[in-house]
């Protein structure tokens, strides 16, 4: 059918497969943002190559590095943080207030990501931190107040690529983190890794382009599969955790629909419990085993997606065996089908870290688009969040 009814939600199905009324719904290219994060990590390593970033490395190893920033910003610190791993020689911290933490001082680095260059933490944290003489990097948009801090801080700025919302500029903001970090000795990150990853980028835009049936697209699928239910993601691992709150950053925002996300591990000291509620098992206990299935539209469903990564993110730091994670995400895979509850996977692929979370975020982030659009609503404006910072501005 070409529309149908889940979860008291219109879902236009036929939409997905028409690629001109997409594109007439997607006024913003919120399809052909997201199709550039390839584009975005060559471009961000070619400016980050053009930043004076190797004087960072001239007074040595921080004691610490602060990585400010708010939404997809902060996302950059996670991202860093669970790339570097374990072993890391110094702390890596997402900081998501204004200014810096109090103890930042001459012996850190602060890394201020803002894809506008006017979000007020990030702002605060670099104003902070060339007022405590530590060492700054800033990430935005150029020609911004952002920019002109870090140029009065005599401190390297690297431009995001593209004006894209902030949202679908990841790997913009991303990549220049990675290379600061790595110009510390805090990651291994080399150029074949960012060829590979974008590579990969690349390879998913592809496959979930909108000239993709939905049998074949696995984020029109993806889409398809969540419209109308409560969705929950957990990642197997630590780099899988960062993609799943990724994930439930673009849902929230561009579906607008509510959602649990987190590491599988957190999962199993609690969360699981989900799978026994009001909308998991309980519903499918509850329901006339005689009932005709088509009839049970108006309940309300969690649907599981399941992020794996075998590799734990960094095989050689994980600090619990391979096997581990790996038993605990078969054991909720199988919890949600004794509960009738669908689970969807989303399998990690790739050598380095950081081509796997490529691989883990790529057709998720097409997915939340295309279940905005086939709900009607246009995955670029947010009423809500403008409305809110009119009403937060002073």
Not at 26 to 45: F, I, K
Not at 185 to 209: H, P, Q, S, W, Y
Not at 225 to 242: F, H, M, Q, R
Not at 327 to 338: C, F, I, K, P, S
Request: charged content about 25%; proline content about 7%; hydrophobic content about 45%.
């Amino acid at each position: 059918m070409s529309a149908g009814v889940r979860g008291r939600r219109t879902v236009d199905e036929a939409l997905l497969d028409d690629p001109a009324g997409l594109a007439e719904n997607d006024p913003g290219g919120m399809l052909r943002h997201t199709a550039s994060a390839g584009a975005q990590v060559r471009e961000s390593g070619a400016l980050a190559a053009e930043a004076n970033l190797a004087a960072l490395a001239d007074e040595g190893r921080p004691r610490a590095v602060v990585i400010a920033g708010i939404g997809t910003a902060g996302r950059t610190g996670e991202i860093l943080a669970t790339v570097a791993g374990p072993r890391c020689p110094v702390p890596v911290i997402a900081h998501r207030s204004a200014g810096v933490p109090g103890w930042v001082g001459a012996a850190d680095v602060v890394i201020a990501v803002s894809a506008s260059g006017r979000s007020p933490e990030a702002l605060g944290a670099a104003e902070a931190a060339a007022r405590r003489g530590a060492r700054l990097v800033a990430v935005g948009a150029p020609d911004s107040r952002l920019q002109s801090i870090a140029e009065s801080a005599r401190a390297p700025f690297i431009p995001v690529p593209r004006r894209a919302p902030a949202r679908a500029s990841l790997w913009g903001l991303t990549v220049p983190v990675l290379l600061a970090a790595r110009t510390l000795g805090l990651v291994k990150v080399n150029e074949a890794d960012l060829a590979e990853t974008a590579a990969r980028l690349d390879a998913d835009a592809d496959r979930c382009r909108p000239t993709a049936e939905s049998f074949v697209n696995p984020a029109k699928s993806l889409a398809l599969g969540l419209a109308g239910s409560v969705p929950i993601v957990w990642g197997s691992s630590p780099l899988a955790a960062v993609a799943a709150r990724r994930f439930a950053d673009t849902i929230s925002a561009n579906a607008r629909y509510p959602v649990v996300a987190g590491a599988l591990g957190e999962a199993g000291r609690g969360r699981v419990g989900l799978l026994d509620g009001v909308f998991g098992g309980l519903v499918e206990s509850s329901r006339d085993i005689f009932a005709d299935p088509e009839d049970d539209t108006d309940a309300t469903r969690l649907r599981l997606v399941l992020l794996r990564d075998g590799g734990l993110g960094n095989e050689e730091d994980a600090d619990e065996p391979v096997a581990v994670e790996e038993r605990r995400a078969d054991a909720v895979q199988t919890l949600a089908e004794r509960r009738g509850v669908r689970c969807d996977v989303v399998t990690a692929e790739g050598g380095s870290p950081l081509e796997r979370l490529a691989s883990l975020v790529a057709v998720p982030d097409f997915a939340s688009i295309y279940l905005a659009l086939a709900h009607g609503l246009d995955p670029m404006a947010v009423p809500a969040v403008t409305e809110m910072k009119e009403l937060s501005n002073p």
